[in-house]
C-alpha cells in the first residue's frame, strides 16, 4: 500500500451542488497533485500544492479549487457541478525534492446526476 | 504543453509471451517517464519509471527503455502471466521544474489469453 488516502469512496450529487473531496498524503511527502480521471481515459492534471501553496494548474475552470494544510493533507472542492463533472478524483503524493514520483490514492467516484 | 500518445489501446497476448506498449513524446524538456498499472476500479500503481540520463531500466519481468532523440518510451513485459491484466498507462513530466505535472497516454488495455 503506499499510504495516500482519500475520502469519500463514492459521492453522489446532483447538478449545480458542490463537493469536497478529501486526501491525506503519503508520510513524508510535501507535495499533493489532484488529478480526474474519466472512464476510460487517462489521468488528468487539475493542480498540485506544495507547502500549501497551489504550484501549477491544468486546463480546469476557477469552479475547481483546492487546499493543502500543514500537515500536507488536502482538499478538492468543486462547485456548480456539472454533469461532466462525473468522474474518478484521484490525488497523488510525492516527496517533493524534485523528483517526479507521484503515489496515488484510491481515488473517489463522483457521479453527478 | 506536453502531449503523449499511446499504442496500442489494446493488445492481447498468450500467457507466456512478452507484450510491448509505445509512447511517444513531444516536449523535449520532459526528463521523467513512469509507467503505472490499473486494474479495474483500483488506483494507478507505479510499476517501473526512467529518467532522461538512462536509456534502459529493468525490474524483474519489466522493462522500460528510452529513445530521447526519437521522444518515445517503451514498456516490456516478458513471461506474462494472468495477473499482468490490467490497463497500463504512460506518464511524462519535467521533474525539478517546480510544477510536476504528470501527462498521461490515453493506456493501453493488456490481456493475457490463459
Known amino acids: 500500500e503506499t499510504g495516500v488516502t482519500q475520502s469519500p469512496t463514492h459521492l453522489i450529487k446532483t447538478r449545480g451542488q458542490q463537493v469536497t473531496l478529501r486526501c491525506s498524503s503519503q508520510?513524508?511527502?510535501?507535495?499533493v497533485s489532484w488529478y480526474q480521471q474519466a472512464l476510460g481515459q487517462g489521468p488528468q492534471f487539475i493542480f498540485q500544492?506544495?507547502?500549501?501553496?497551489?504550484?501549477g494548474r491544468g486546463n480546469f475552470p476557477p469552479r475547481f479549487s483546492g487546499l493543502q494544510f500543514p500537515n500536507y493533507s488536502s482538499e478538492l472542492n468543486v462547485n456548480a457541478l456539472e454533469l461532466d463533472d462525473s468522474a474518478l478524483y484521484l490525488c497523488?503524493?510525492?516527496?517533493?525534492?524534485?523528483?517526479?514520483?507521484?503515489?496515488f490514492g484510491p481515488g473517489t467516484r463522483l457521479t453527478v446526476t | 504543453g506536453e502531449n503523449v500518445e499511446q499504442h496500442p489501446s489494446t493488445l492481447s497476448v498468450q500467457e507466456g509471451d512478452s507484450a510491448v506498449i509505445k509512447c511517444t513524446y513531444s516536449?523535449?524538456?520532459?526528463?521523467?517517464f513512469p509507467w503505472y498499472k490499473q486494474e479495474l476500479g483500483k488506483r494507478p500503481q507505479l510499476i517501473i519509471d526512467?529518467?532522461?540520463?538512462?536509456g534502459e531500466k529493468k525490474d524483474q519481468r519489466i522493462a522500460v527503455t528510452l529513445n530521447k532523440t526519437a521522444k518515445h518510451f517503451s514498456l516490456h513485459i516478458t513471461e506474462t502471466q494472468p495477473e499482468d491484466s490490467a490497463v497500463y498507462f504512460c506518464?511524462?513530466?519535467?521533474?525539478?521544474?517546480?510544477?510536476?505535472?504528470?501527462?498521461f497516454g490515453t493506456g493501453t488495455r493488456l490481456t493475457i489469453i490463459p
Open positions: 497523488a503524493s510525492s516527496p517533493g525534492q524534485g523528483l517526479g514520483e507521484q503515489y
Open positions: 508520510s513524508g511527502h510535501n507535495t
Open positions: 500544492y506544495y507547502r500549501e501553496e497551489e504550484n
Open positions: 516536449d523535449s524538456a520532459s526528463n521523467y
Open positions: 526512467i529518467r532522461s540520463n538512462v
Open positions: 506518464a511524462a513530466t519535467t521533474a525539478g521544474s517546480g510544477n510536476e505535472k504528470l501527462t
